[in-house]
């Protein structure tokens, strides 16, 4: 049985209750304007891709023996099936409740970050036997181009392999990989002044306005994210040692963030044929945002716990657990 990092489960809980809070801000609240919403959007799913990347490596000394065809599998099938499955539901959903046409988009479409992970795991799988660092990451680099330029160039690969999502997010994957594999979390536990660095540096970028577009790019997509993601993994890692009911909590949401990740944006769609306007209109009204925030963070949680529980009742079918989940090689 795998040895679980603690604080790693715990930032896992913390960044999917905040993919939901996001979606709850963005959609059913449209508050994707809001001061909330736009310090969330600043790092949590750059957060999430770091920490994708940190758990996805394997030493390649377990692959001595072989058997990277039969890892490989299992990780790319995990990732696409479901990918594919949210979006089809989501096009069958639209169809029913939405009233909306099906066409060819609802078929290729599907969850971008479970795509994106589909992807990524295929390139780790392609690097994974290279004997040299600079190896790698000239395959990364050469990667990433392919992303942009797909994305800049040719829509249908756009949509159909979420090339825009990849060319943002792969850095931070690749970083998390790296991260784990050199121990680089270790090295900054005990740094006190990296943390400092990081959540001033994080804080001035973000109240701060750059002129240059090109500057502000870089700081908005790498470096805001980067130092964002530095200041939370430290706090997680010095309160490793610790338990409080919310750390368990968090770390118990942790262990199913990939339920919550495919059953919530039903719910998220479907409060979008309720009229939240009021709701919105009233807090800016009254500028009473921290009450707003409490109203959407409850439903946040809320939904987080409907989808694990629909999580756990599609595993009892062992079919659809193997449709949904890609778990063919699993009994």
């Known amino acids: 049985m795998k040895n679980r990092i603690v604080y790693l489960d715990r930032i896992k809980g913390f960044a999917i209750l905040l993919m939901v809070l996001a979606h709850v801000y963005m959609l059913p609240l449209q508050m994707g304007d809001s001061f909330v919403f736009n310090i969330i959007g600043s790092f949590h799913m750059y957060l999430f891709m770091f920490i994708s990347g940190f758990v996805a490596f394997i030493p390649a000394s377990k692959f001595n023996g072989g058997g990277i065809f039969g890892k ?30 099906v066409n060819f988009s609802s078929f290729i479409g599907g969850a971008w970050y479970l795509k994106c992970m589909a992807i990524f795991c295929c390139i780790q799988f392609i690097t994974i036997k290279l004997k040299h660092v ?26 159909l392999m979420v090339l825009e999502h990849c060319t943002c997010f792969f850095p931070f994957y690749v970083l998390g990989y790296y991260a784990r594999r050199y121990d680089i979390l270790e090295y900054i536990k005990d740094k006190n002044w990296i943390y400092t660095i990081a959540i001033i540096g994080y804080l001035c970028l973000f109240f701060g306005n750059i002129e240059n577009h090109l500057l502000m790019n870089i700081c908005d997509r790498f470096i805001r994210p980067t130092l964002a993601i530095i200041a939370i993994v430290y706090l997680f890692m010095q309160r490793e040692g610790q338990n409080s009911k919310v750390e368990k909590w968090l770390s118990n949401i942790g262990k ?38 409490i109203i959407a963070t409850i439903v946040s949680v809320l939904l987080a716990y409907i989808s694990i529980f629909i999580g756990k009742f599609v595993r009892t079918s062992d079919i659809v657990r193997k449709l949904v989940y890609g778990q063919f090689w699993e009994r």
């Not at 990364?140 to 994305?151: D, E, K, N, R």
């Not at 495919?262 to 309720?274: A, D, E, N, W």
Request: proline content about 1%; charged content about 15%; overall charge neutral.
């Open 134 to 159: 600079w190896q790698e990451l000239l395959v990364c680099a050469v990667c990433y181009g392919l992303f942009m330029f797909g994305w800049k160039h040719n829509d249908f690969l756009n949509q």
């Open 72 to 101: 490989w599998k299992k990780r790319f099938f995990g990732y696409i099936c479901p990918a594919m499955m949210v979006g089809w539901m989501f096009a069958l959903f639209g169809f029913i409740i939405l009233d909306k046409d």
């Open 256 to 293: 199913q963030t990939l339920d919550i990740y495919i059953y919530h944006g039903f719910f998220i769609l479907g409060t979008l044929q309720l009229n939240l306007q009021y709701l919105k209109d009233w807090t800016v009204s009254t500028n009473n945002h921290v009450l707003c925030l």
